[in-house]
């Protein structure tokens, strides 16, 4: 279908022309009978998109990419990745499409992108290429909830039902993402293109993201350093030291994350079997094929590093032509990660006890470190102490106290840190009171699928306003019952 959207909607293909390479030039499957369920319109408005527009049959089509603007060139992008530890040489876009880059409102490039929307030749053995319902309203719920909690992440611009069955363990409604990212290149991107054996290759894919994700993830420094590639490692490295620690210090467990899951920008991305720890654990799981628990909650950061060293592999040529000095500043630099993961959660960890600035590392760690023991000790709900804590540095310790099974334990900690002085407007500003409860959000994505969408734009509306406690919406805070029993998560194609 060829018929043109607004001329205000304008399609850049900066990465199909500067890297042909790993850009396949694909067009999405069609759409039977298109129906938007899902749009987010200060998104839209941040893009230069009308809102109005994009739900005329016209702007849906540029949604599901039936219908795109004259010039544009949709691609299925290549890449690599170690998933679950084994190396894929080929993976790419097996269901999804870039269909472009927008510049928003602030002058920054943006990608638009589909998840969905059909096989291409990057899909791997009999899959369809398609998506359903409930994982692309998932990924909608939880990356808004994400970016409402200040954690940089891919966005969710619109999920639009196709008309199409999709055959799974039962016929499910068939769904297209489209969502948005400062870029979709992955540490995966890098692996692929070093593979090839082509240094060239590697080395414009390299140059094409230093201005996009350069020192300070686009500020462009890392063009004029003495090491621009280095540079760009480091920036990367430091992004997602960040991004890992505000995961940790929300209880978000990915439950993928495989290289090809790690962005350069130090976004979130691909929201499949993931989920919000309840009871504190370290070792909680929640994606049925991590039987290993490789990608449990409390393995998070090591995981990131030991992708990030995967990621100092495939830029080993444009280090140094000397091998050994090569692996020499990629091993130096990644040296910085546990340092810099270590600082940004201790960062993280102070504001959410309210402790006062200055305070003396020997007396915040050991207390952080005894509070983390008896939250696990006690299985104590991660999101509803934290906010709880709050009215305890106010004078009502009791929503905070009846949490601990040893409450001699916890009162002893309670004493100590209440000495401090901790500011629990603070904690307020960074320990929400709602997070997409999984068993809310299996709630809403099952009355979705049977289309009722009044349970998903109530959780949207709670999780998207995080900090502030509002009348109306205490079961948005509420633990899952019991009998809600163990709660497992599926990749979702």
């Known amino acids: 279908m060829s018929v043109a959207p607004p001329p205000t909607v304008t399609l850049g293909h900066r990465f199909a022309r500067e890297l042909p390479e790993l850009a396949l030039p694909w067009q999405a499957e069609e759409a039977p009978d298109p129906r938007l369920l899902v749009l987010n319109e200060p998104l839209a408005a941040e893009l230069g998109l009308d809102p109005d527009w994009l739900r005329t049959p016209e702007g849906t089509g540029l949604l599901t990419g039936t219908v795109v603007p004259d010039g544009a060139t949709p691609v299925a992008q290549a890449y690599a990745g170690h998933q679950f530890g084994g190396f894929v040489p080929r993976l790419g876009d097996g269901r999804a499409l870039l269909l472009g880059e927008l510049v928003d409102a602030d002058g920054h490039l943006r990608d638009l992108h589909l998840k969905g929307s059909g096989r291409t030749p990057f899909a791997r053995g009999g899959a369809d290429g398609r998506a359903a319902v409930g994982p692309m309203l998932r990924e909608y719920v939880v990356s808004e909830a994400m970016h409402a909690l200040g954690i940089p992440t891919t966005r969710s611009l619109a999920v639009v039902a196709t008309g199409r069955l999709v055959r799974r363990e039962t016929l499910l409604p068939g769904a297209v993402l489209a969502r948005v990212a400062s870029s979709h290149l992955r540490v995966g991107t890098f692996q692929y293109a070093r593979v090839t054996g082509d240094v060239d290759l590697l080395r414009r894919l390299a140059d094409s993201a230093i201005p996009r994700h350069g020192v300070g993830v686009g500020d462009g420094e890392a063009a004029e350093a003495e090491h621009p590639y280095l540079a760009l490692f480091e920036s990367v490295l430091a992004a997602q030291a960040s991004l890992v620690a505000r995961w940790m210090l929300v209880g978000f467990v990915h439950g993928v994350m495989n290289t090809d899951n790690t962005t350069i920008s130090g976004e979130t991305i691909d929201y499949g079997p993931c989920a919000f720890m309840e009871a504190y654990d370290p070792a909680t799981v929640y994606s049925s094929i991590d039987t290993g628990g490789r990608y449990a909650y409390g393995n998070q950061p090591a995981v990131v590093q030991w992708n990030l060293a995967r990621f100092a592999e495939a830029l080993l040529p444009l280090f140094s032509d000397d091998v050994e000095q090569a692996v020499a500043l990629a091993t130096e630099s990644l040296g910085a990660f546990p340092g810099q993961y270590d600082a940004a959660w201790s960062a993280g960890m102070r504001a959410k006890l309210g402790l006062p600035e200055g305070l003396d590392d020997a007396v915040a760690r050991p207390l952080v470190e005894e509070l983390l023991a008896q939250l696990q000790q006690s299985s104590v709900d991660f999101t509803s102490f934290f906010r709880a804590l709050g009215a305890a540095a106010r004078g009502d310790a009791e929503p905070a106290r009846e949490l601990f099974l040893d409450l001699a334990a916890f009162d002893g900690w309670l004493e100590r840190w209440r000495a401090l002085g901790p500011d629990a407007e603070?904690?307020?500003?960074?320990?929400?009171?709602?997070?997409?409860?999984?068993?809310?959000?299996?709630?809403?994505?099952?009355?979705?699928?049977?289309?009722?969408?009044?349970?998903?734009?109530?959780?949207?509306?709670?999780?998207t306003g995080p900090f502030e406690e509002r009348a109306g919406l205490e079961r948005y805070a509420a633990p899952a019952p019991q009998d809600f029993g163990v709660y497992r998560t599926f990749c979702g194609t």
């Open 426 to 463: 603070v904690m307020d500003r960074v320990n929400p009171v709602y997070t997409p409860r999984n068993h809310l959000v299996e709630e809403a994505l099952a009355a979705a699928t049977e289309g009722d969408l009044d349970p998903l734009e109530r959780l949207l509306d709670a999780v």
